[in-house]
């Protein structure tokens, strides 16, 4: 028996206000993400004041916003900013790229760090625990709204999505919540219960999630536009993780390196 998605996007309306799930989903996210490093705080070396984790999540939520609007016309549309530049201002349209996000996030945390005079992998360090939360609750969101489907399956937990055709899929958007969101978070709130050296969260977040999501990409369908990029397998999405894993390695390894040299 297949299972139909049929999940209404409107999750409240008021009359002429309107609230969508998907929105709903990146305020829990930040909430979330917001109570983790407030419980977190006193456990660093430096404690943090709460105006300044608040001063954080605003810098944080417009590089998420700016980031992936733009990093979604750069990696995936660059044919729609030629042709209408003005859409990169218009972040409030569909269109987001977690990778442009990321970038987006990782610019405003190094000018948050000029500004509060706290160095980058501290900040880092800080946040990376909290941040699968946002993107568990960001998966939910595209679940519900029916998009970024997966591949087509004969599993017997396969859903039929609205513009996908007849055949069931692999509900990725469930896959990607389970293992970049859940599974990552509790990866990364283990890790982070003990010291660790300078940059290790920061490089296991950003291995772990490239891992993860790379992963998933197995049974993502790609976008229409994009296709596979090498092989009949190699997504655009994967192509975007290896940078990530190679990144977070390489910082987890420095991390680790310095820790020894500063014990000598």
């Not at 909290?130 to 679940?143: M, Q, S, Y």
Request: with cysteine.
């Amino acid at each position: 028996m297949l299972t139909y998605h049929y999940i209404d996007p409107i999750a409240l309306k008021f009359g002429p206000i309107t609230i969508y799930w998907y929105g709903l989903m990146y305020l829990i996210g930040f909430l979330g993400a917001f109570g983790c490093c407030y419980q977190s705080r006193l456990a660093q070396s430096t404690p943090w004041k709460t105006d300044e984790i608040m001063d954080l999540f605003f810098y944080a939520a417009w590089g998420v916003i700016l980031g992936g609007t733009w990093g979604y016309l750069l990696f995936y549309d660059p044919q729609m900013f030629l042709q209408d530049p003005l859409r990169a201002l218009r972040f409030w349209e569909a269109g987001r790229s977690f990778h442009g996000g990321l970038l987006g996030v990782v610019i405003a945390l190094m000018i948050f760090a000029r500004v509060h005079k706290r160095a980058l992998l501290d900040i880092g360090d800080f946040i990376a625990p909290a941040v699968p939360i946002g993107l568990a609750t960001g998966r939910v969101g595209n679940f519900i709204n029916g998009e970024l489907w997966g591949r087509v399956t004969d599993m017997p937990w396969g859903i039929v999505f609205p513009g996908a055709g007849s055949l069931p899929r692999h509900p990725s958007q469930l896959y990607e919540f389970g293992t970049e969101g859940v599974g990552l978070f509790i990866i990364l709130y283990w890790y982070t219960r003990k010291p660790r050296p300078r940059g290790a969260a920061s490089g296991l977040f950003l291995a772990g999630y490239g891992v993860f999501r790379f992963l998933v990409e197995f049974f993502r369908e790609p976008d229409a536009d994009q296709g596979y990029l090498a092989l009949g397998w190699v997504t655009k999405g994967q192509v975007l993780s290896l940078p990530m894993i190679l990144i977070g390695l390489v910082i987890l390894f420095y991390a680790y390196q310095n820790r020894q040299l500063n014990r000598r």
